[in-house]
Nanobody, 125 residues
Framework: VQLQASGGGLVQTGGSLRLSCAAS????????MGWFRQAPGKEREFVGA????????YYVDSVKGRFTISRGGAKNTVYLQMNSLKPEDTAVYFC???????????????????WGQGTLVTVSS
């Protein structure tokens, strides 16, 4: 089972990037797919999560209205569309998967069973 995150890069303030997370090894359509990020010198932070089964998507307040999580048609790919990027969005972004049904716990990294390797997003001012 592997998650492969990609799409990071360098972008100016106000720009956009789309991150992808491709899952292989099993069907992830029943999993909750989450995105986390870790900025230099800071702890890992929940960005958002989506459940195809429950039809629910949640975001941390700091990215609401700017970031959008979606899933590919095959449901084994999840995307993080990031618009209006700010320097404080600079971080390594990770995708992760869990079967934890309690959405109130989706922000907890320890609830996730599978993790991608991370992709670096740098937003220049």
């Amino acid at each position: 089972v592997q998650l492969q995150a990609s799409g990071g890069g360098l972008v100016q303030t106000g720009g956009s990037l789309r991150l992808s997370c491709a899952a292989s090894g099993r069907t992830f359509s029943s999993y909750i797919m989450g995105w986390f990020r870790q900025a230099p010198g800071k702890e890992r932070e929940f960005v958002g999560a989506t459940s195809w089964s429950f039809g629910s998507t949640y975001y941390v307040d700091s990215v609401k209205g700017r970031f959008t999580i979606s899933r590919g048609g095959a449901k084994n790919t999840v995307y993080l569309q990031m618009n209006s990027l700010k320097p404080e969005d600079t971080a390594v972004y990770f995708c992760a998967a869990t079967k934890m049904a309690d959405s109130s716990r989706w922000y907890l990294g320890e609830q996730y069973d599978y993790w991608g390797q991370g992709t670096l997003v740098t937003v220049s001012s």
